[in-house]
């Protein structure tokens, strides 16, 4: 188990710092996190900016709030959206939530993602689900919504009106890719219908037969996406190559 906790702290680091690279992220605030088999949850500290995080700062904490491992403090409203997502989604490992511009720029729109209008978007095709705004999530009640938004349809992305956007995943590759694939997409979007014009959209048949491709190379593409983003946060933090996994280790 240890070495397991070692390997997802250094995961949920990359992807954090990674964010920053992207420009993901909101200073301190948002939250990366990891299941662990026996319910206990990884999740990154509160106070740092992500470009400093450190697998020491990515604490371990049990279902009931207490920190058994890492530096640092957890977040009230972190603490509340990840445990009831991974309560939820047993078959989910990493839950990564953020409040990146262009997916929160669609989420506030009544259409939200248009799954039709771009490859990147098909990706979503009937796996996006919404949650109404309740304010800072320091209660329950955005946790619940979350549960019923993930609990049944398999979704791999919620679309958080006037708050944000969660993407998971089996692994943490799988939550990165996913939130790499719908910023490009709701990029597009907000792009498309600035230009005024009228729109050409796929069908219905073809975005269906490209989720399911999508889906297919998923694994496989979305461990390469990873590792490129290993590389690219070693290039900016040289100290980050000791976080890197072995060489014969899983991507």
Not at 87 to 112: M, Y
Not at 151 to 179: C, F, P, Q
Request: hydrophobic residues 40%; charged residues 20%; aromatic residues 8%.
């Amino acid at each position: 188990m240890s070495d397991l906790i070692d390997a997802l702290r250094c995961d949920l680091v990359f992807a954090l710092r990674g964010a920053v690279l992207h420009g993901f992220h909101e200073g301190i605030d948002n939250h990366f996190s990891a299941a662990l088999p026996d319910g206990r949850l990884l999740i990154n500290s509160y106070g740092k900016h992500w470009s400093e995080l450190t697998p020491d700062d990515i604490l371990e904490v049990a279902d009931d709030g207490t920190v058994l491992s890492g530096s640092g403090q957890w977040d009230r409203a972190a603490f509340t959206i990840h445990r009831a997502v991974h309560r939820a989604r047993p078959d989910v490992v990493a839950v990564f939530h953020t409040h990146q511009s262009w997916p929160t720029a669609v989420a506030n729109t009544v259409e939200g993602l248009d799954t039709r209008l771009v490859q990147s978007s098909m990706l979503f095709h009937g796996k996006v689900s919404y949650v109404d705004y309740v304010g800072i999530a320091r209660s329950e009640a955005e946790g619940e919504q979350l549960q019923s938004a993930l609990k049944d349809d398999g979704s791999i992305a919620v679309l958080m009106r006037n708050h944000g956007v969660l993407t998971v995943g089996a692994n943490v590759a799988e939550a990165w890719y996913r939130l790499y694939f719908l910023d490009r997409a709701s990029r597009t979007q907000v792009l498309s219908y600035s230009t005024g014009r009228e729109l050409v959209r796929a069908t219905e048949e073809i975005a269906v037969s490209t989720e399911a491709q999508w889906h297919e190379n998923e694994p496989t593409s979305s461990a390469g996406l990873f590792d490129s983003l290993r590389r690219s946060v070693v290039r900016a933090h040289p100290e980050a190559a000791q976080w890197l996994p072995p060489a014969d280790g899983p991507a």
